[in-house]
């Protein structure tokens, strides 16, 4: 299965907001025989600022890599990779000139999907905080390329909302709003880089859209997507994208007609609504009200603070992320996507 020019093997990076079919997308992307998508991990990041400028790769670098790599709380516990295999492997590489980037490669190759697979010809990657790293995802994969999901803001609160309940309506749209103008700026910057999809296109419309992403990537189309659901019944799935076990539909579509408030749906067009228009979802004529507003204010205030700090987490050293998530995962402090998963291993 594995290339044995690694460092020839295109990237490419699923971006959007959380709840807005991401994983649905990479799902699908992954049953391709001629790709691998892994489940969430944010090794990449976690990673990075230790290793990224390493040059020589003895064992003695790998061990400690290798070390480091499992306490990645996603990767340790839903990649399946062998680990004696993977360190045997990349001991086996030239121990100079090896960059953290085909490191990251040889990682990718040994997930274990769920998915048959032939030769891998691309490597797929998708995390709903990527949008905040594109920068340093290009500063290790420069020519990365990116598919942009986008899925209507009104929608993407609902969903959101069933997995985190005690978060606000203005919470959930402010951070649909800064995610996609986050993807925005960075396609500005490259635009040929970027394909970017609505996720109610993708439903209507899968063989298609399927076909130009394939397009996209410079991979041959395989009707093998569209089965994405058909995989073993012991296989890891996220209980909270249970759409993914079933035939791709169209019930998810437009449920904020009936779970959204009209308070709530002015709220969400009132901060969402203008970048939303870019994307042709429609929102009520609204006359700006400041007091109405300034209510919203400390809700946008705690999403900022919030991805200020993570952002701020990514840059601290390994060690001190390695004792956060030894912390977080004794005392149960996590954050919004850990805390999800935790409930929906216990319901498992």
Same mark, same amino acid.
């Given at each position: ?39 969430? /991990? ?7 600022? #230790? @290793?990224? +400028?390493?040059? $020589?790769?003895?064992? %003695?670098?790998? &061990? ?103 978060? /606000? ?7 649909? #709003? @800064?995610? +996609?103008?986050? $993807?925005?700026?960075? %396609?500005?910057? &490259? ?112 999403? #900022? ?44």
């Amino acid at each position: 299965m594995h290339n044995l020019e690694v460092h020839k093997i295109p990237v490419f990076f699923i971006l959007g907001k959380s709840r807005s079919g991401t994983t649905l997308l990479q799902t699908m992307l992954d049953a391709h025989p001629n790709a691998i998508v892994p489940v969430e /991990s944010i090794f990449l990041l976690y990673l990075k600022k #230790k @290793y990224f +400028n390493i040059k $020589i790769w003895d064992d %003695k670098r790998i &061990n400690q890599f290798i070390n480091d790599l499992y306490k990645e709380r996603k990767f340790c516990y839903f990649w399946n990779v062998n680990r004696e295999k993977l360190s045997t492997e990349l001991k086996s590489l030239p121990k100079k000139n090896i960059s953290y980037s085909e490191i990251c490669k040889h990682i990718y190759l040994n997930y274990s999907s769920v998915f048959t697979k032939e030769e891998i010809v691309i490597i797929g990657d998708k995390n709903p905080v990527y949008p905040f790293f594109i920068a340093d995802i290009l500063a290790v994969f420069p020519d990365a390329k990116f598919i942009h999901l986008i899925r209507d803001y009104k929608d993407v609160i609902v969903s959101s909302r069933e997995v985190l309940a005690n978060r /606000s309506v203005a919470r959930f749209a402010y951070e649909w #709003k @800064y995610v +996609n103008e986050e $993807i925005e700026k960075a %396609k500005n910057n &490259n635009p040929t880089s970027f394909y970017t999809l609505k996720y109610e296109n993708l439903v209507y419309d899968s063989e298609f859209y399927l076909k130009e992403i394939c397009n996209f990537l410079s991979l041959p189309y395989s009707a093998k997507m569209l089965d994405f659901y058909e995989r073993p019944a012991s296989a890891y799935y996220n209980l909270s994208h249970k759409n993914t076990l079933y035939p791709i539909n169209d019930k998810n579509i437009n449920k904020w007609k009936k779970k959204l408030s009209e308070k709530e749906i002015l709220t969400a067009d009132l901060i969402a609504g203008k970048l939303g228009k870019k994307y042709d979802y429609k929102k009520n004529k609204i006359k700006i009200n400041v007091f109405l507003s300034i209510r919203f204010l400390g809700a946008i205030i705690s999403q #900022k603070a919030e991805i200020f700090i993570f952002k701020w987490y990514q840059k601290m050293p390994i060690g001190f992320k390695n004792f956060k998530a030894n912390f977080a995962q004794k005392f149960h402090i996590l954050s919004y996507h850990s805390q999800a998963e935790d409930r929906f291993k216990k319901e498992k």
